[in-house]
């Protein structure tokens, strides 16, 4: 059923304090705060690739202004149980000739021996784009290329190869993330409030992208296209069903030949997911991944190691401020239906 949820501001918090809760998972890291990670494994070993947040003066609101990340750190785990390695900086947003501010959630990507980190950022004219930096290791330090992807917008890249060896990129968020603002193809700034492009709610919900990668990883080999999201009676899903519509971080992973898209639902505050036979989609909606955490945000990705699925997320368990997060990670169950067993974060 669609809902009529009205907008709920960034900073605020879905959970109780932090002091009165209980987590199913502790936080990865506690030298600095982290957020959003991308999980893969490369050389045989787990890399994650998460945000970087930092204490910002930006005062906080709708769009996310106040999630002022300005670099990247990469992090490695010789298997799940151990500790996590920090690699340090490798890209500043300073190094990043085309970008302005706000280096959001970030993904890695391997071929042919090379590694390639995709990150959103503004511009100078304050629109997010998809830039793309490379190196020679998994831990870095990564060169960037002098501009943004060509066609890109919006946020979140999260990249998915297939079983041929193609490179797919999803992409999207709403609100803060101006996903809304390309709905004609072109960049719309009638307003600055987040929510003035949206459909109206008995409309289709705003899309997310993909394109295929071309073989140089660092264009699109394909003009993007409209991961288009179902509800099981083949119907799109609405932009007033708050609680199954895509707001942001997408991922996808594959098993026993199917192909998972997952997303965060936003202001309802869900990892959901949905399943189809084709990396274009379309993707029919199954149901909720991982409930909510403590904060505002969440994002995830999807990996397997070691013959074991894990999910890494990240909530505010160490400072209780919703844009000064820590990663987890949990194990992830596929059920024999193919439906995938719900996470409840905080331990219940």
Known sequence: MACNNKPVKQGTQNKVDSTEVTYLNEPLIHSSYTADPSAHVFEGKLFIYPSHD???????????????MQDY???SMESPSAAVVDHGKVLDVKEVKWAKRQMWAPDA?????????????????????????????????FEPMDKPISGSFSIDPAVFMDDQGEHYMYWGGIWGGQLQKWRTGKYLSTSDSPYADEPEDHQPAIAPKVARLANNMVEFSEEPRDVIILDKSGEPIVAGDHDRRFFEAAWVHKHAGTYYFSYSTGDTHNIVYATGSSPYGPFTYQGVLLEPVQGWTNHHSIVKVEGQWYLFYHDTQL?????LRNIKMTPLEHQDDGSIATIDPMGG
Do not use: C, Q, W
């Open 109 to 141: 990507a391997e071929k042919d021996g090379k590694y390639f980190l995709y990150f959103p950022a503004k511009d100078t004219a304050d629109i997010f784009r998809i830039g793309v930096a490379v190196s020679t290791s998994p831990s870095g330090p």
């Open 319 to 323: 400072s209780g401020k919703t844009h």
């Open 73 to 75: 750190h990469v992090y």
């Open 54 to 68: 930092v204490a910002s003066e930006v005062e906080e609101d709708d769009t996310g202004g106040h999630f002022n």
